[in-house]
């Protein structure tokens, strides 16, 4: 008997379909037995470190193939490497828009992989081809022959062609593993919570092979090699994202976002002299079943911004075209339409805060690695590749996840007493962060002074220290691995919980966009500061020689920067009002109107 009722609720799951709206490959409603959970979300999983994998071979060393293939100084180079990185970031809100306005998260993906593969294969066979001239050269002593302006053209379109492919499938492979776990069961709901921490912990280890290995090569001037590697693991990662086509569950993506926001615009401010409803009695809003947004969901009604309540008043006009059976979105919207645009408003000034955070995040793949090639690189006779630290940012992002998941989170909800609720809260854990962030540049500043010390003591004018060791950069790579784990899995965690259901990419993507804006801002500041204290001859800070410069001022520059962001943040944190979305006991309709 046991085993029959036990046959019997398997065959009631398998035949059961999902709670969130998610359909499968052929349009039709999930069945949750057959689609999504652990199996699809491991295929993505894996997909992801092998694509970052890829990613990394390139980005990690770039501002070394910059300086000694393609010519630059340091601070060019540090410039453009942040210019790259930041494009990468912002083409997600290329990839977020096409994704929930038209495509859907799995033909976007899809799309920006087959990009991103054609991009690395023009990397290689340009690099094999023009660019790596003499063979060997590109090595911390081989300088390599200067390129052509069509051979410099074709490598910025390699790489921006890269930038592309990368930064509009990032946003979505996220969200999109994030969607095969129904967060209306309470099981799967716990699994969608702990995707986003595991897939960082997978952006991570993809990075331990190219910061390691394909790190060790390309240092060594085996650039083809290690651009090569990176396309046969873009190529994996694409034929993977493909095995797991029957499993995945979709959402349907919602229309232009834009326009909805254009709608609630233009309706508030034809009824400006409206006087301000004061009830949500006088408030338009449709049924869940002929909602077009958010996948039916709708938004409850919140105080702030109440300017724009005006769009879904209900004027004598509406009254009268919607007993004609009318309805125009550009004079009326309905609550949740209205509720979308407070939603976003509300994010802006957190989303700022966290820029300032990624301009400390950039440092790892310019700075570091600059001040880590100006150190004692070797053990016996075996050089370490400057890049190469990074792993002990992915050991620390490894190690604090588990830490995080395993232990602070159990006591901090034990502390609250409250099991069945988080620890701390995603606004919490980014305001650690920060301070995590403030100590990582702080402890960075310190170990410059003392590389400059021992540099001076030994040879000024000489480009590395022969004293101090380059472990000493390890307690600044691990503190920034411990600030991401709170940052960005926070950030990710918190945009995608708080934007609407049609808009979950552009979550993910203002997590990208940050980075994006992050590194152009460490652009900037560097510009600025080379600019402000290169005077009288003085090399200034950041000098190409970094034994002549002042390094160590622009870290602590960077920890006064992020300290003032904090107090800011902590402001904007205190204010922020959550999104309230209808709880599905509540009746089918609201406001004036049964639609």
């Known amino acids: 008997m046991a085993s029959l009722e036990v046959s019997k609720e398997m065959k009631q799951e398998e035949a059961e379909c999902t709670l969130d709206g998610t359909v499968d490959r052929h349009g039709r409603p999930a069945i949750r037995g057959k689609t999504g959970r652990l199996v699809a979300g491991i295929i993505i999983l894996l997909n992801q470190v092998l694509a970052t994998l890829a990613f990394f071979g390139v980005g990690v060393n770039l501002v070394l193939f910059l300086t000694r293939v393609m010519q630059q100084n340091t601070a060019d180079a540090a410039n453009n490497v942040s210019k790259w990185t930041g494009t990468v970031y912002l083409f997600s809100l290329v990839g977020a828009f096409l994704s929930d ?10 799309v920006f992989q087959i990009i991103f593969v054609i991009g690395l294969a023009s990397l290689s066979l340009s690099s094999y081809l023009f660019l790596i001239k003499p063979r060997g050269c590109g090595n911390a002593t081989t300088p390599c022959e200067p390129q052509s302006n069509l051979q410099i053209v074709s490598f910025y379109v390699s790489i921006y062609l890269v930038a592309l492919g990368n930064g509009g ?26 995707f986003f921490s595991y897939f960082y912990l997978a952006w991570n280890i993809g990075q331990v092979f190219s910061n390691t290995i394909l790190g060790y090569f390309e240092d060594e001037g ?6 090569s590697v990176s396309t046969l693991s873009a190529f994996a990662a694409l034929l993977l994202f493909l095995l797991g086509v029957p499993r995945y569950r979709h959402f349907k993506p919602s229309g232009n976002p834009i326009s909805r926001f254009c709608q609630v615009i233009v309706a508030a401010g034809k009824k400006w002299r409206v006087e301000t409803p004061s009830s949500d009695e006088e408030l338009y809003e449709v049924y869940r079943k002929d909602s077009n947004t958010n996948n039916g969901r709708r938004i409850l009604h919140t105080q702030g911004f109440k300017f724009l309540d005006r769009a879904a008043y209900i004027s004598s006009r509406d009254f009268d075209d919607q007993k004609q059976g009318l309805n125009n979105p550009w004079h009326l919207c309905p609550v949740t339409q209205v509720e979308e645009v407070k939603c976003i408003l509300r994010l802006l000034p957190i989303w700022l805060c966290t820029i300032l955070y990624s301009v400390v995040f950039t440092q790892m793949a310019s700075l570091f690695v600059e001040q880590g090639a100006a150190m004692r690189t070797t053990i016996s006779n075996f050089r370490i590749p400057a890049a190469s630290m990074s792993i002990f940012d992915i050991l620390s992002v490894a190690l604090f996840i588990f830490i995080y998941r395993q232990v602070i989170d159990p006591i901090v909800r034990r502390i609250k007493g409250k099991s069945n609720t988080k620890g701390l809260t995603e606004l919490q854990r980014m305001g650690v962060g920060l301070v995590i962030a403030i100590l990582a540049m702080v402890a960075t500043g310190i170990v410059e002074c003392y590389r400059l010390k021992y540099a001076k003591n030994d040879c000024l004018q000489c480009e590395g220290s022969s004293s101090l060791s380059i472990f000493w950069q390890v307690p600044q790579y691990a503190l920034i691995g411990a600030s991401e784990v709170f940052m960005y899995v926070g950030q990710l965690e918190f945009f995608n919980a708080q934007t609407p259901d049609g808009l979950k990419s552009f979550g993910s993507a203002f997590c990208m966009t940050s980075m994006s804006l992050g590194s152009y801002f460490s652009s900037l500041i560097v510009s600025i500061v080379m600019k402000i204290s290169t005077v009288n001859g003085k090399p200034g800070w950041i000098p190409e020689n970094l034994n002549r410069g002042h390094l160590d001022r622009f870290y602590f520059l960077l920890a006064a920067l992020t300290t003032i962001d904090l107090v800011v943040y902590i402001v904007c944190a205190k204010w922020y009002k959550g999104i309230k979305l209808e709880d599905k006991c509540e009746g089918e309709e609201k406001g004036n109107f049964k639609v």
């Open 169 to 194: 499938y990032q946003p979505n492979i996220a969200t999109f593993g994030a969607d095969q776990f129904d967060e209306e069961d309470v099981k799967e709901g716990k699994y969608k919570v702990a």
């Open 222 to 227: 085996m650039w083809t090699l290690g651009f």
């Open 101 to 110: 306005s038209y495509w859907g998260r799995y033909k976007t993906c899809l």
